[in-house]
């Protein structure tokens, strides 16, 4: 008896939790495909979630490369898949039963805006890519990239005008990783720094050497009193009023 109550209750979780299961096993997927991508020339980012002015945005995956960022939206889905790019809901259809959901062109368009706004990078520089699990028919019109998942690596290899240079990608990755909101350790680290910074300008200037140039500290007179410049001045406009 108590056994078939525990079995109900997995049984009911299950059926609560199948679209996040699933949802999980497909992002699953596409994350060991997208590391199969050499390493050297695409930095991968799993489950990111960005501030918006509308609240929180959580982004699938988004691959940083010379040729581009892309951002991409998964969808784990079974049955015909149909719609258009311009369309608000598609439509899945699976024996002969429809479900409508959110156009994930539209919804991955909205990553794109959030990672131009996080990153402060113009919008020509994203490809989004749309990604379906093999369990489905894609019956989609549209010009965007919209795959099967084992698409989805040659569709990336695909592009290769170049967009960034190989040092802008390190700068590119730390920006979103200090962005994620579930990334707290990324944030402390953050933290730290900016503390370790301001620990050794203290003491710096406790030892009378500029912070900005190394330069030697002095003191001087001004308007308002006596103040501590830098002797490199005009160059370097150090000032503090210790
Ligand atoms: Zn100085």
Redesign the pocket.
Known sequence: MEFLIILFIISILYVIFLPQIKGYFGERVVATMLSGLPIDQYKILNNIMLRTEYGTTQIDHIVVSVYGIFVIETKNYKGWITGNEYADQWTKNMYGKKYRFRNPLKQNYAHVKALVATLDIPEDKFIPIVVFSINSDIKVKTSKPVVYTGQLGRTIKSYSDIKFTEHELDGIVTKIRLANVTNKDAKKEHVNQIRTKVRDNNLKIAQGV?P????RLVQRRGRYGVFTG?S?YPK?R?TNNK
């Open positions: 500029c900005k140039c190394g330069g830098c490199n370097c150090y």
